[in-house]
T-cell receptor, first 113, second 118 residues
Framework: SQKIEQNSEALNIQEGKTATLTCNYT??????LQWYRQDPGRGPVFLLLIRENEKEKRKERLKVTFDTTLKQSLFHITASQPADSATYLC????????????FGSGTQLTVLP | SAVISQKPSRDICQRGTSLTIQCQVD?????MFWYRQQPGQSLTLIATANQGSEATYESGFVIDKFPISRPNLTFSTLTVSNMSPEDSSIYLC???????????????FGEGSRLTVL
């Protein structure tokens, strides 16, 4: 069966460092992979989308890589700030239409001042 | 971007009762999605709602338990019927974002409705 695994433990890092979150998947061939941010009591907010033929995508302090051979995506936040503290969800999309997204369980990131 | 309003934001309900959650979008959208997020879990798609047709339910979810209405292109409701404590969860409405080219693959979410069943 399809399986998505994100960092199983909460991740704590010091302000200013780079946070790296992982998303591994098995028995799946996504065409797209997405990352969302979710704050407590709020709905998820879309951050980045990367296609299977793209190796890397950047947006401001965010960088996503997508390795379809390793079946893994890495999500980096550079120069992290306490305001980056949140739960980050990866989502796999087989078709690019967002109609069949499968979400991971998320990684809770805490950036310590 | 799309602005999605959900009501109620939270509620406490008794076992055996039903609750209807409303989702209002500030623009016309073709598809609306209803997700469930159980405590400590990720999001699970319940169903996809198209205007003018029956909702399409995912495996493990049935219309009798989660009836959905989609009367127009900006509004949908999800009812959680005959509730039990296992239905305690956050229910989220979402829409797919379209740009001038077409489908982007991105989802916009409402703030969610936190339901506690006693």
């Amino acid at each position: 069966s399809q399986k998505i695994e994100q960092n199983s433990e909460a991740l704590n890092i010091q302000e200013g460092k780079t946070a790296t979150l992982t998303c591994n998947y098995t028995n799946y061939s996504p065409a797209y992979l997405q990352w969302y941010r979710q704050d407590p009591g709020r709905g998820p907010v879309f951050l980045l989308l990367i296609r299977e033929n793209e190796k890397e995508k950047r947006k401001e302090r965010l960088k996503v890589t997508f390795d379809t051979t390793l079946k893994q995506s890495l999500f980096h936040i550079t120069a992290s700030q306490p305001a980056d503290s949140a739960t980050y969800l990866c989502a796999l999309d087989p078709s690019g239409s967002a109609r069949q997204l499968t979400f991971g369980s998320g990684t809770q990131l805490t950036v310590l001042p | 971007s799309a602005v999605i309003s959900q009501k109620p934001s939270r509620d406490i309900c008794q076992r055996g009762t039903s609750l209807t959650i409303q989702c209002q979008v500030d623009s016309q959208v073709t598809m609306m999605f209803w997700y469930r997020q159980q405590p400590g879990q990720s999001l699970t798609l319940i169903a996809t709602a198209n205007q003018g047709s029956e909702a399409t339910y995912e495996s493990g979810f049935v219309i009798d338990k989660f009836p959905i209405s989609r009367p127009n292109l900006t509004f949908s409701t999800l009812t959680v019927s005959n509730m039990s404590p296992e239905d305690s969860s956050i229910y989220l409405c979402s829409v797919e974002w379209l740009d001038r080219v077409g489908v982007t693959g991105e989802l916009f979410f409402g703030e969610g409705s936190r339901l506690t069943v006693l």
